[in-house]
């Protein structure tokens, strides 16, 4: 009998030890993995009865509280009242500015189980803390319908975390194809879960001009649309077309409503109008600007076009500067980002103009006036009050003042840029471009561009290169993951591509780099399968590993 008993009691303690330590020890899937976690022991339930009181309650902190009243309000149909006001209630969350947290977009939370606190400098801080929240939520939030019954449960735990850098981007590229602005949308809210900030939308190329101009129209009545598409994999001769025509673009209304978006989820967007080269859209719709005069059609091929705008035509350059107008009064970001990349310089040797602007201008060749090109548009961008971001090649021939770059061809453009005082965001395309292959076997999968950017790869980039001393580091802005479409059509394709690469981005632009771990990273992630799969994103779930590397070490 005796000996029963105590069995019993061992058992029972053995039990509540055991949950104890479930509750506080089972891994949180957060990402990205904040600065500094610890698990306490309980948790806080919402209930039809929690309030949300904000301090002070405006425009801006209201966002952080919507979403966490919609969060709860979906899978329960109760939404949380939302109040003003500074003092706990039992039961009750509450989300207040504080200014003695140091950065604009860190917040502490404390989740105890008689209710949670966020505390951050700005609003966008206390949104951050409300995605942490989610995050801790059960996935059910994540559903648009009732769930009967449903526990809204977060885990009792203190956080104090910040950002590591101030920009954490994702592009897209729509000029190759383009995705319904549902899409858009859905991306931007992937990039505020995982807190990145900036949505590069990457606006026009050879192959389709995507933003209405209201002062240009047919840079949409034509150089919107193509005859037909190159089909699969391009190849050097004998390609074959699908014969469909294609295209589309985004009213400025449409536009408005994505920057709105994006902007109630401290989500920047960053418009990108490509030039010298990129531009055959542009032209087939307004040949005058070109070297040539034309001809054209939009380009039916991927790669790189020999028609670029005319460096020595002044119309060029009134075009560029009214269609960047158009773009300001939409954007309201700091940066416009003027492309610069991959623009021959063929026909240039032969323009009259082109040569006759290199004479007057006292340049030594063609490098030098893509310089004059992008020295002249950033001196108009400034002159609004914005300044201009151009990938690496923009460092060639002289680079303009003010110019932040985007060093895609490896960190070596990066590099220089930081040290001569510019500042850089890392997008090296062997670690951050999503539309290489994820995986070494690629059944089943779609097309996509060659190449292999495995999720560890990704995961383990470092984007403050040791060439560069700590003062120059700081010219390191952040990092971002880049999509280009051609391979892209359709938006299931392009979160199968983004996903889960964006979230390992996200994380390194968040998380201190000592507190990055890719073993960990993947338990977490692993962890979010529900949720993505509650929200019904596409997402890449096979090898994480990069296999080849592990191939070449053995
Ligand atoms: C680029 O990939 N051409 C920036
Ligand atoms: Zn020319």
Avoid at 247 to 258: A, H, L, P
Wanted: charged share 25%; with cysteine; hydrophobic share 35%.
């Amino acid at each position: 009998m005796k000996f029963l008993h105590l069995t019993a009691l061992l058992l029972i303690l053995f039990g509540i030890e055991n949950q104890l330590s479930a509750s506080a020890n089972s891994p949180l899937s957060l990402i990205p993995a904040p600065v500094s976690l610890t698990r306490q022991n309980g948790n806080f339930t919402l209930t039809a009865g929690t309030r949300i009181i904000v301090s002070p309650l405006n425009n801006e902190t209201r966002l952080a509280a919507d979403l966490l009243a919609l969060l709860v309000k979906n899978p329960t149909g109760y939404a949380p009242a939302i109040s003003e006001g500074k003092k706990p209630a039992d039961g009750s969350v509450l989300l207040i500015l504080d200014n003695s947290i140091k950065n604009d977009e860190g917040y502490t939370l404390e989740v105890t189980p008689t209710g949670i606190t966020a505390k951050a400098k700005t609003a966008v801080g206390l949104f951050y803390a409300v995605q942490t929240i989610r995050q801790l939520l059960p996935t059910e939030v994540e559903k648009q319908t009732i769930v009967a019954g449903l526990a809204l449960t977060v885990p009792a735990c203190t956080i104090t975390d910040e950002p590591r850098f101030a920009y954490r981007g994702m592009h897209l590229d729509v000029g190759r194809h383009l995705f319904p602005v549902t899409s858009i949308k859905r991306y931007i809210d992937m990039l505020a879960l995982h807190k990145m900030n900036t949505f590069h939308w990457h606006l026009t190329e050879d192959q389709g001009w995507r933003i209405e101009i209201k002062k240009y129209p047919k840079l949409t009545e034509i150089g919107a649309y193509r005859k037909e598409t190159v089909a699969g994999a391009q190849k050097k001769a004998n390609n074959t077309f699908d014969g469909k025509p294609y295209g589309g673009f985004y009213t400025q209304n449409e536009v408005r409503e994505i920057v709105a978006y994006a902007g109630s989820k401290f989500i920047t967007v960053l418009p990108e109008i490509e030039m010298p080269g990129h531009a055959v859209a542009a032209l087939a719709s307004y040949p005058e600007l070109s070297c040539t005069g034309g001809p054209f059609e939009v380009r039916k091929l991927w790669g790189v076009d020999e028609d670029v705008f005319c460096a020595g035509n002044e119309q060029a350059f009134t075009f560029l500067e009214d269609v960047l107008t158009e773009v300001m009064e939409l954007f309201p970001s700091k940066y416009i980002h003027i492309g610069g990349d991959e623009c021959p310089k063929k026909r240039w040797e032969k323009c009259p103009k082109c040569q006759q602007r290199i004479k007057d201008q006292g340049l030594k060749n063609e490098l030098e006036l893509q310089s004059y090109f992008i020295r002249r548009i950033e001196k108009f961008v400034s002159s609004k009050g914005r300044n201009i971001i151009g990938w690496d090649e923009i460092l060639e021939g002289g680079l303009a003042p003010g110019a932040t770059v985007m060093s895609w061809r490896g960190e070596a453009g990066g590099i220089e840029a930081a040290k001569s005082g510019h500042d850089v965001i890392m997008t090296p395309g062997k670690y951050t471009y999503f539309c290489y292959y994820q995986s070494e076997n690629h059944d089943g999968q779609p097309l996509a561009l060659g190449g292999y950017v495995p999720l560890e790869l990704v995961y383990g980039y470092n984007p403050t290169p040791k060439e560069l001393n700590p003062e120059e580091q700081k010219h390191i802005l952040g990092l971002q993951g880049c999509l280009w479409s051609e391979q892209i059509q359709t938006p299931e394709i392009l979160e199968f591509m983004a996903y889960p690469r964006t979230f390992a981005m996200a994380e390194t632009g968040w998380t201190p780099d000592n507190g990055k771990n890719f073993e960990n990273f993947v338990s977490r992630l692993e962890g979010l399968h529900k949720r993505y799969d509650a929200i019904g994103i596409s997402y890449f779930k096979g090898e994480y590993r990069d296999t080849k590397a592990a191939k070449e070490r053995k």
